[in-house]
């Protein structure tokens, strides 16, 4: 499938800040998610986009679905250093249901 | 969300072994079971996709007489590494779609193999 691109690749960001990351496509998706990837774990499921223009919050998560279809982000506001991690953007493309994913943000977070 | 419970968590094992991982449904049954392959700071890739009682679809560039998988059951897929050498080592993740579209993803926690 179609990789997604990701950026930015990696943040190192202090307690506190906000946090911003996209995914971009050439392609058209139905749907848009967003995963966190813990250390030796699989990924979690953060948040499930479906519409175009949709904005959507998860505690102090808030991701959006790009009106063109193309693309997504997601925002972290006042970020914890269990925020720590590496953050998914998938698509689920018009034809098929296998997501593609993109290549991850690393995001670390100093006290 | 729905259950996925993979094992073993890690394993090590001598070059030319094989090696099986499965991945459960806890509280549903998986009709679908996506297995993904990630090296260190990468990105997942797809393998192969099965399905309860029907033969796996695998991805262009997977070998499928390497990688054997069994979905015989509704609630549990295997992933067999046959002859496995150093090259395989890599985190191997399963997963299962749910929602209306099968849109979401639960995975199971991951295998780490390393082949010596």
């Known amino acids: 499938g179609q990789q997604l691109n990701q950026s930015p690749q990696s943040m190192f960001i202090q307690e506190g800040e906000d946090v911003s990351m996209n995914c971009t496509s050439s392609?058209?998706?139905?749907?848009w998610l967003w995963y966190k990837q813990d250390p030796g774990e699989g990924p979690v499921l953060l948040i499930a986009?479906?519409?175009?223009?949709e904005l959507t919050s998860n505690g102090r998560l808030t991701a959006q679905f790009g009106i063109t279809r193309k693309d997504s982000f997601l925002n972290i506001s006042a970020s914890i250093p269990s925020d720590v991690g590496i953050y998914f953007c998938?698509?689920?493309?018009?034809?098929?249901?296998?997501?593609?994913f993109g290549k991850g943000t690393s995001l670390l977070v100093t006290p | 969300g729905a259950v996925v419970s993979q094992h073993p968590s890690w394993v090590i094992c001598k070059s030319g072994t094989s090696v099986k991982i499965e991945c459960r449904s806890l509280d549903f049954q998986a009709t679908t079971m996506f297995w993904y392959r990630q090296f260190p700071k990468q990105s997942l890739m797809l393998m192969a996709t099965s399905n309860e009682g029907s033969k796996a679809t695998y991805e262009q560039g997977v070998e499928k007489d390497k990688f054997l998988i069994n979905h015989a059951s509704l609630t549990l897929s295997t992933l067999t590494v046959t002859s496995a050498h150093p090259e395989d080592s890599s985190f191997y993740i399963c997963s299962t779609p749910q929602g209306v579209h099968n849109e979401k993803l639960f995975f199971g926690s991951g295998t780490q193999l390393s082949v010596l």
């Open positions: 392609s058209i998706f139905n749907t």
């Open positions: 998938a698509g689920q493309p018009v034809s098929g249901y296998a997501l593609n």
């Open positions: 986009l479906y519409k175009a223009g």
